[in-house]
């Protein structure tokens, strides 16, 4: 007997709701091997590990929206799939406007530090750069404006961030909340409008997580659309929308709510 959690569908949008800036079609994702093949004459053989199988997923967008479930059940990989930095076996990745899974690196490299920024758990400061430096990092990297106007949209992410006066200061002089925050200024880098955190959390402590948690909200309220992984069940709660993940599949969902 099949003792797989049944994929729940996302709850259609109503006519007048905001269109998908996210919409994950059918998705599969196998690694270190590759996709079931169906019908006859099927021989089997090797086919990985499957993170996920077949998830419907649809984001619109301006929503904050919590992804939670146990380790291994695919949550990272959602996250993953969004932010271009990993494809689909089978399935379609569409996000605001572009399909991902028919883009090559090199297109899927610029489109990625036009369209997401990405938090990530440990920060990933370059050591020997101040925060403002840090901030404006991918600026540089992109080439957009003059250094001039780089150091000036930094310095606003910085603001906006609450560490107007931390921006001489290297990563190691700064707390662990103080680093996060860096780490979300040069996400915002870019002015992306797509924010995306892998438990951007898991190295904070309790205060720590929930200040960080109110300026995402604020961000969310400024019109970011806002999707992070965690597993603690009171952060995600801070979300307008929560879906759970189990074994590769979508178990639970509150509902979109744009």
Known sequence: MNTQPRALQT???????????????GVEKIYGGRARRRGKGDAGGSVG??????????????????????????????INLIAGIDRPTAGTVTVNGSRLDQMTEE??????????????????????????ENATLPLDLARVGQPRERRARAGRNLTTVGLADRGHRLPLELSGGEQQRVAIARALAC???????????????????????????????????????????????????????????????TGSRP
Request: charged share 15%; net charge negative.
């Open 11 to 25: 709850p259609a949008q109503s006519p007048a709701a905001a269109p998908a800036i996210i919409d994950l079609a």
């Open 49 to 78: 590990f499957p993170a996920l199988s077949g998830v419907d997923l649809a984001i619109a967008a301006g929503e904050m929206v919590a992804i939670t479930g146990p380790s291994g059940s695919g949550k990272t990989t959602i």
């Open 191 to 253: 002015d992306p409008p797509i924010l995306l955190g892998d438990e951007p959390t898991g190295n904070l402590d309790t205060a720590m997580a929930r200040d960080m948690f109110e300026l995402l909200r604020r961000l969310n309220a400024g019109g970011t659309t806002v999707v992070y992984v965690t597993h603690d069940q009171a952060l995600a709660a801070m979300a307008s929308r929560i879906v759970s993940v189990r074994d590769g599949l979508i178990v639970g969902d």
């Open 107 to 132: 297109q899927l490299a610029v489109w990625r530090g036009r369209t997401i920024g990405v938090v990530f758990q440990f920060f990933q400061l370059m050591p020997t750069l101040t925060a403002a």
